[in-house]
């Protein structure tokens, strides 16, 4: 059984650029979460996409935004990045009521110069 | 708000010693707790889990310990080997808008020295 999958695993962009991030889930879940990870700040909770409608968010500005395909791929997009989103995004799948938990990706690391 | 708080951003122990992560929470209707290992440029990953009816859960060498009343659950690693040497992440999960939601400490950087 795959893994969830995230692409790329690294990208460099420039500040004010705007980027798109790519999540594939495990198959059959339909629930994904995108989380941001920075040194001290630990695991910050971005959004929650289920069957292709975003139903949790968290405190970020309205430059982070995400949406899910029928196919329960989601990406997540930041727009005119700023140095400090500089981070470890990590994307999240989980079968609907499963209490124990998410199976994470493998994170895109996104530098911003 | 941090509704889970772990306070220690990093611990050493010895190899074969015992590791004694610590975590918080606030939330009295977070009804799961979970602990996800993360290694550097690696996802987190599931380790242990617990209900909030038990107060003990052990899984070989990772025992997790709940304890309602105080709002606090820790993790015990015994013993610990190198290759644990990882951020710890604790997370809680409550039923919110019918469906769970989890929630995320800050991780504590488990480091064990050989």
Redesign the interface.
């Known amino acids: 059984k795959a893994g969830?999958t995230?692409t790329p695993r690294y990208l460099i962009k420039t500040r004010g650029q705007q980027v798109t991030l790519s999540c594939s889930p495990i198959s059959g879940h339909r629930?994904v979460?995108w989380?941001q990870q920075t040194p001290?700040?630990?695991?910050q909770?971005l959004f929650e996409y289920?069957s292709e409608t975003q139903?949790?968010k968290g405190n970020f500005p309205g430059r982070f935004s995400g949406r899910q395909f029928s196919n329960s791929r989601s990406e997540m997009n930041v727009s005119t990045l700023e140095l400090g989103d500089s981070a470890l995004y990590?994307c999240?799948s989980s079968a609907?009521?499963?209490?124990?938990?998410?199976?994470?990706?493998?994170?895109t690391?996104l530098t911003v110069v | 708000d941090q509704q889970v708080k772990?306070n220690s951003?990093s611990l050493s122990v010895q190899e074969g010693r015992i590791s004694i992560l610590n975590c918080d929470y606030t939330n009295s209707m977070f009804d799961?707790f979970?602990w996800?290992k993360k290694y550097p440029?690696?996802?987190?990953?599931?380790l242990i889990?617990i209900?909030s009816i038990k107060d003990k859960n052990e899984d070989g060498r990772f025992t997790v310990f709940l304890n309602k009343s105080a709002k606090h659950l820790s993790l015990h690693i015994v013993p610990s080997q190198p290759g644990d040497s990882a951020v710890y992440?604790c997370?809680a999960?409550a039923r919110s808008?019918g469906?769970?939601?989890?929630?995320?400490?800050?991780?504590t950087k488990l480091q064990v020295i050989p």
């Open positions: 969830v995230q629930s979460s989380y001290g700040q630990g695991l909770f289920f139903r949790n990590l999240a609907e009521g499963q209490y124990y938990g998410y199976t994470f990706g493998s994170g690391r | 772990q951003p799961y979970l996800y440029a690696e996802g987190p990953t599931f889990s209900s992440f997370a999960s808008g469906y769970q939601k989890v929630t995320f400490g800050t991780g």
